[in-house]
């Protein structure tokens, strides 16, 4: 979450895994949310970076890549719960 600052990070990490959560029916604690929306913003940022040399910038646009990225890490870890 490049910009932002760990206020902001925090914030826009929180409103990330809550949309992730709603989207994918999920259900996580505040502090889970938080988590999984600036762990899914780093990583689908350095996709971005590595993939297309750029990512999208502002909060908003970190709010969706971090959503999309919080995502990401729903659906690997539903994955790996169900073969395990």
Do not use: D, P
């Not at 929180?14 to 959560?21: H, T």
């Not at 604690?29 to 297309?52: D, F, S, T």
């Not at 910038?57 to 969706?64: A, R």
Request: glycine residues 20%.
């Amino acid at each position: 979450m490049e910009g932002l600052g760990w206020f902001g990070a925090i914030i826009v990490g929180a409103l990330a895994g809550w949309i992730a959560e709603r989207m994918m029916k999920a259900e996580h604690g505040l502090l889970m949310n938080i988590i999984l929306g600036i762990v899914g913003a780093l990583l689908l940022n350095w996709i971005l970076l590595a993939v297309v040399g750029s990512t999208l910038g502002g909060w908003i646009g970190q709010l969706i890549v971090g959503a999309i990225g919080a995502m990401i890490l729903i659906a690997i870890g539903r994955a790996l719960r169900g073969r395990a």
